[in-house]
């Protein structure tokens, strides 16, 4: 079930990688085929079931990616750096997924995020020189996690 859930999981909580479709279907894919194998009569109905809403479930990682993409073009000019980009990108997604952790009463990660929302903060802050810049550089580190 832990599989299951990470199929269905937008944010990766330890380092912040966003999960692409593909992979997520192809994980919900084995869960399915594992899930398959266990006799159980409720887990057969339930694995019967699965497929049929399989392209449905995973809706919402097409309408991320999608998001991502255009994010990503507007962030180009504040940020040109692809790798900067991505490691910022990683850095806000990260702090957002342990903000939503806190919400759902997930106390353990309050430090956690803490120090993610503070790290968003600081490669944001813009230096007086470079109006509009984020300080986050290929050299900056972000991690780690």
């Not at 809706?59 to 790798?83: C, G, H, K, N």
Request: hydrophobic share 40%.
């Amino acid at each position: 079930m832990g599989h299951l859930q990470d199929a269905f999981t937008l944010v990766d909580i330890r380092n912040g990688s966003i999960s692409d479709r593909q992979s997520s279907q192809w994980l919900l894919g084995q869960v399915i085929l594992d899930l398959a194998q266990i006799g159980s009569k409720r887990v057969k109905k339930f694995v019967k079931t699965l497929p049929k809403h399989q392209p449905q479930l995973l809706t919402f990682l097409s309408w991320t990616e999608a998001a991502l993409r255009d994010y990503q073009i507007q962030l180009t000019p504040v940020m040109p750096d692809a790798y900067a980009r991505q490691q910022f990108i990683q850095t806000v997604a990260r702090s957002w997924q342990l903000d939503q952790a806190l919400i759902n009463g997930h106390r353990q990660w309050q430090t956690e995020a803490l120090k993610a929302a503070a790290l968003v903060q600081a490669v944001t802050e813009t230096e007086p020189h470079r109006e509009g810049r984020c300080r986050i550089s290929p050299s900056h580190q972000i991690g780690p996690f």
